[in-house]
């Protein structure tokens, strides 16, 4: 599969990045979490003081994020010049804030760029929002990973808190409800382009997704 590309989309605690890279890792492709670069962008505004509110300015500085990925999906890293930044982007002020970077238009087209660059070279699993249907609406496996809010909202909440009690899934509705709301103003997301497969992991185990997404894998090339 040395060329092949692999478009993964969906909302936030649907699993995609665990997923992604699991079949990246089982069909030996690299790993590109689009998500960790929009994270890393709103980490370097808010390192630098810049005003995310600002649209203008920030769409004049995201060209000089010096951004770094590995592509390793036994291992990705990501940095912002010399710093490490994987555990950085994390942090819930960066969930909170990297929607109003997201949904400046300039910054995903900025973006967009570095990810088609990585997607021309193939061979790679690409995660993301927009990748079934702007970064690589050419790939020949294209899926859409959806879960039920309730599903969504169990899972973010353990990977948080280590737990899915009330209280845990109610300080993750921000994190999951708000976020896709303000994410799906500038990418479509929430439903599946043409010729997108569904996997609805609602009621799968993570084992039986990666399945269904390997089976796709099977049948589209
Ligand atoms: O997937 P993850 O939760 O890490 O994504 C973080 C944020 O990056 C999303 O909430 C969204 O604002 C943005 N994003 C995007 N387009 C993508 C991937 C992520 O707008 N392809």
Redesign the pocket.
């Known amino acids: 599969a040395g060329g092949l590309v692999i478009a993964i989309d969906g909302p ?1 605690g649907s699993g ?2 665990t997923v992604a890279r699991r079949v990246a890792s089982a069909l030996h492709l690299r790993y590109l ?4 670069m ?2 890393a962008v709103t980490w370097w505004m808010l390192e630098n003081g810049v005003d995310l509110r600002d649209r203008g300015r920030v769409a004049s500085l995201v060209g000089e994020v010096p951004l770094t990925l590995g592509l390793d999906p036994a291992a990705p890293e990501i940095r912002v010049g010399e710093v490490d930044v994987a555990r950085a982007i994390r942090e819930s002020r960066i ?1 909170a804030a ?2 109003a970077v ?2 400046n238009l300039d910054v ?1 087209a900025d973006l967009v760029a570095r990810q088609q660059a990585v997607a021309a070279e193939g061979g790679v699993v690409v995660e ?4 079934t249907t702007v ?1 690589a609406p050419d790939a020949p496996v294209r899926v859409l990973l959806t879960a039920s809010e309730e599903a969504r909202l169990a899972r973010r909440a353990h990977e948080l808190h280590g737990s899915a009690a009330a209280a845990a899934v109610d300080a993750t509705r921000d994190e999951v409800v708000r ?1 896709d709301a ?2 799906s103003t ?2 479509r997301f929430l439903e599946a382009a043409d010729g997108v497969d569904v996997v609805d992991s609602s009621h799968l185990s993570l084992d039986e997704t990666v399945g269904a997404v390997l089976e796709l894998v099977e049948k589209r090339t």
Not at 33 to 36: E, I, K, L, R
Not at 128 to 131: K, P, S
């Open positions: 936030s995609k990045s979490d689009t998500g960790a929009y994270r969930s990297v929607s997201a949904t995903r993301g929002r927009d990748i970064v976020r303000d994410d500038v990418a």
